[in-house]
Structures are given as structure tokens and as C-alpha cells.
């Protein structure tokens, strides 16, 4: 079955960078984007960007365009998220999510999430 | 940006009964490009709904989809106890080319 499975939960200063992978299994990953998803305490969720899984391509949100990276390795089918200059208002629970890549966008699974937290 | 509000914040009912949620769009999106999901507590969002009407699998036809413009609705026909739960709507268009509505929270009267 499809699964996306995220690395464990993360504590950084201020100023610090945070790498969170995103291993897949189940289907071809080169077939599909990977999205990521963010939640800060109470807060709707927030796109932050994609990259399709076959060619590489990324796209960010404007919000996070100077500070997010995400890249893929396809020999291990994962994807990775690293966001720099982090600060407190980036503590949230990070998710990837599948991208079916059917001509619309939504995600039809998820990874279980990557509490971030940012503090002193 | 599209902005994507969603009524009611909460809605209070019981196992059995019907739910109608609503989400708003700031302006017009094509009904291809929206999408629902549930979150319960503690877990990743689940999609429920793409393209306005079309069911994810694994997903009961309790749950049914429809609008187009600006707005959209999601209903479930019968309550079950798994569905309490935070419902979002999800679009794909403008820059930023992917917005969700702040959720709706389904709760047990």
C-alpha cells in the first residue's frame, strides 16, 4: 500500500535550518509530486511548495520561496523539505503529501506529520 | 490569492444526522480544482472529495460533493462517530497556487 513516512520530530534554535525526509513506498515515485504541507498550533494548513517526483521541478509558495528547498533522491524514493533562517512562528507539525499529478492538485495520501519546534 | 472561507466554524449534531458544510471562494475556481479532506485529532488530513464531486477511494457514499463558482458544499448523508472531526476545503489556481479554508469543526451535540 501506499505509504509516505516521515522522519522524527525536530527542536532548533532560532536562525537554525531543519531537513525532514519523506520516504515513499508503494507506488512508482517518480510518477507522482510531492507537496509540502505545514500546521501551526490552531492554524488552517499552509502550502509551502512541491517538486515533481520525474523531472525535479520545483514550485514555492512566494511565502516560502527564499528560505524553503526541497529536492528529491529517486534511488530512494524520498523527498526532502530544508527551511533556513527558522524562527518561532515556524513551529508547526510538517507534512508530504502525494500529488497524483492528474492535471488538478490535491493529495491523496499524506506522511504522518514532523512536529517542528522552534525555540531558545 | 484565493481566499476560501468555511461555514459553519462548528457544527454541532448527532450520529444519523445530516451535515451540510459549506467553503466560499474569494473568486471564481474551476470545479476541477477543489477539494476536501477530514483531520481528526493527532492525524495527517485525509482526502475525502477531488474535483468537487468525485469520492477518493475508500471513501463512503455517505459523502457527496457539489458547487461550482465560488461555492461548494460538502454532505454526509448519516453521521457516524468517525466523522466528528475538522473538515478543510483545499483549491488549486492562482498564486499561491494552493490555498485551504480555515476548517470547519464537526462536533457531537
Known amino acids: 500500500q501506499v505509504q509516505l513516512v516521515q522522519s522524527g520530530a525536530e527542536v532548533k534554535k532560532p536562525g537554525a535550518s531543519v531537513k525532514v525526509s519523506c520516504k515513499t513506498s508503494?507506488?512508482?515515485?517518480?510518477?507522482?509530486?510531492v507537496h509540502w504541507v505545514r500546521q501551526a498550533p490552531g492554524q488552517r494548513l499552509e502550502w509551502m511548495g512541491w517538486?515533481?517526483?520525474?523531472?525535479?521541478?520545483?514550485k514555492y509558495s512566494q511565502r516560502f520561496q527564499d528560505r524553503v528547498t526541497i529536492t528529491r533522491d529517486t534511488s530512494a524514493s524520498t523527498a526532502y523539505m530544508e527551511m533556513s533562517s527558522l524562527r518561532s512562528e515556524d513551529t508547526a507539525v510538517y507534512y508530504c503529501a502525494r500529488d497524483p499529478l492528474g492535471g488538478s492538485v490535491y493529495f491523496d495520501s499524506w506522511g504522518q506529520g514532523t512536529l517542528v519546534t522552534v525555540s531558545s | 490569492e484565493i481566499v476560501l472561507t468555511q461555514s459553519p466554524g462548528t457544527l454541532s449534531l448527532s450520529p444519523g444526522e445530516r451535515a451540510t458544510l459549506s467553503c466560499r471562494a474569494s473568486q471564481s475556481i474551476s470545479s476541477s480544482d477543489l477539494a476536501w479532506y477530514r483531520q481528526k485529532p493527532g492525524q495527517a488530513p485525509r482526502l475525502l472529495i477531488y474535483?468537487?464531486?468525485g469520492r477518493a477511494t475508500g471513501i463512503p457514499d455517505r459523502f457527496s460533493g457539489i458547487g461550482s463558482g465560488t461555492d461548494f458544499t460538502l454532505t454526509i448523508s448519516r453521521l457516524e462517530p468517525e466523522d466528528f472531526a475538522v473538515y478543510y476545503c483545499q483549491q488549486y489556481g492562482s498564486s499561491p497556487p494552493i490555498t485551504f479554508g480555515q476548517g470547519t469543526r464537526l462536533e457531537i451535540k
Open positions: 508503494g507506488y512508482t515515485f517518480s510518477n507522482f509530486a
Open positions: 474535483g468537487t464531486s
Open positions: 517538486i515533481n517526483a520525474g523531472n525535479g521541478i520545483t
